[in-house]
T-cell receptor, first 111, second 113 residues
């Protein structure tokens, strides 16, 4: 079955640690996105990539980093520079400008 | 002003009721519009696209008013399974010349038995 997988589902981090969230898709989509969702708020764009080896900052990129070495993979690293990292992180992909398909998300909690 | 604004909700309605959600967007150059549904602690999923002429999918009707920069979603004969958060989504051209989706904060709907 085609789709997007994210791992882990739940992640706990101590302050000062970097963590990497995994996102893999087998939909053969060119574009991939990372969003953050906080309670009662909409999704905010962190980073996006339209093609392998290229990515762009979204609205809230500070404290995050990404790589796009393979079409299928778009990992997100939450660095210690991100001051308020506890949130629900969603990865998405699309072939064009319309529907985005989302992974199941990773809930990150900083202890 | 937020780029995409929605009714704050929450909406609590009895089964069988008709409920309407409204959404306004600020960027007049926006080209595509959507309603996504998000269940509690799950990822958003596309409910329907919104076309200029208005469109209907079963009990759901979406309308777009470009002049007023306004989008609506009407749900008729509400079911318990309609309980979710409904996100208004607008496709805009970002500063990096790439199109990106901008999400509203969502309106929570609870359908009561």
């Amino acid at each position: 079955d085609g789709g997007i997988t994210q791992s882990p589902k739940y992640l706990f981090r101590k302050e000062g640690q970097n963590v990497t969230l995994s996102c893999e898709q087998n939909l053969n989509h060119d574009a991939m996105y990372w969003y953050r969702q906080d309670p009662g708020q909409g999704l905010r764009l962190i980073y996006y990539s339209q093609i392998v080896n290229d990515f762009q900052k979204g609205d809230i990129a500070e404290g995050y980093s990404v790589s796009r070495e393979k079409k299928e993979s778009f990992p997100l690293t939450v660095t210690s520079a991100q001051k308020n990292p506890t949130a629900f992180y969603l990865c998405a992909s699309t072939t064009g400008v319309n529907e985005q398909f989302f992974g199941p998300g990773t809930r990150l909690t900083v202890l | 002003r937020k780029e995409v604004e929605q009714d704050p909700g929450p909406f609590n309605v009895p089964e069988g009721a008709t409920v309407a959600f409204n959404c306004t967007y600020s960027n007049s150059a926006s080209q595509s519009f959507f309603w996504y549904r998000q269940d509690c602690r799950k990822e958003p999923k596309l409910l329907m696209s919104v076309y200029s002429s208005g469109n209907e999918d079963g009990r759901f009707t979406a309308q777009l008013n470009r002049a007023s920069q306004y989008i609506s979603l009407l749900i008729r004969d509400s079911k318990l399974s309609d309980s979710a958060t409904y996100l208004c989504v607008v496709n805009t051209l970002s500063s990096g010349s790439a199109r990106q989706l901008t999400f509203g904060s969502g309106t929570q709907l609870t359908v009561l038995p």
